[in-house]
């Protein structure tokens, strides 16, 4: 299958701060990307879906203002949780769908556990 | 959007083979079915997709009734290493959205 990578893994910040996290199809062009949030013991939660070169369409309830997200290319999107607070510690999953050479299913990265003390 | 229903646990042993349904009834024309896996802080992982009859891969099996109303994903002879939440999804062709439902956890036991 194809693979799409996520960076950081893990992330430990400061109330207040900002952080990024990348996420990368590596051998396919990703038309579209997924971004989720999941809480422990719970499932995936869809916070917003893009489309390269568009604005991501945010669910209900996410904040586009916080949870800010960049589709800049067809191999990146970027998620930055601005002004993180320690209610949103969480696993964040980045998912990515494209044309490549097996099909056009959506592959997920490995995940970025973010921590906000 | 089509809603999926799964059991929320299941329970097996090793070697045995591990049947996970799952029902979608408002599911549409363009609509496949799809299945990931997902272990403890880790990002699903593909299993299997189709759209109708049966879809085999290297992996596991998948049932899809002429009414496509259900579907169901077969594991064959599973191991400890199955234990693993799997999610049930039914995706436009054109991927617009997707979103996962609560899963079932399976627990493979010796």
């Known amino acids: 299958g194809a693979v799409v990578s996520q960076h950081p893994s893990w992330v430990i910040c400061k109330s207040g701060t900002s952080v990024k996290i990348e996420c990368r199809s590596l051998?396919?062009?990703?038309?579209?990307m997924f971004w989720y949030r999941q809480f422990p013991k719970q499932s995936l939660m869809l916070m917003a879906t893009?489309?390269?070169?568009?604005?991501?369409t945010y669910e209900q309830g996410v904040e586009k203002d916080k949870f800010l997200i960049n589709h800049a290319s067809l191999t990146l999107s970027t998620l930055t949780v601005t002004s993180a607070h320690p209610e949103d510690s969480s696993f964040y999953i980045c998912?990515?769908?494209?044309?490549w050479g097996g099909g056009t299913e959506a592959f997920f990265g490995q995940g970025t556990r973010l921590t906000v003390v | 959007l089509a809603k999926t229903t799964q059991p929320i646990s299941m329970d097996s042993y090793e070697g045995q083979e591990v049947n996970i349904t799952c029902s979608h009834n408002?599911?549409?024309?363009?609509?496949?079915i799809t299945w990931y896996q997902q272990f403890p802080s880790q990002g699903p992982r593909f299993i299997i997709q189709?759209?109708?009859t049966k879809v085999t891969n290297e992996v596991a099996s998948l049932f899809i009734p002429a009414d496509r109303k259900s579907s169901t994903l077969s594991l064959p002879r599973v191991s400890l290493s199955d234990t693993a939440v799997y999610y049930c999804?039914?995706?436009?062709?054109?991927?617009?959205?997707?979103?996962f439902g609560k899963g079932t956890m399976l627990l493979v036991s010796p």
């Open positions: 998912s990515a769908r494209g044309e």
């Open positions: 408002n599911i549409a024309t363009n609509d496949y």
């Open positions: 189709g759209y109708k």
């Open positions: 999804l039914v995706v436009n062709s054109g991927y617009s959205t997707l979103t």
């Open positions: 051998d396919f062009q990703a038309t579209t």
């Open positions: 893009s489309n390269e070169g568009s604005k991501a």
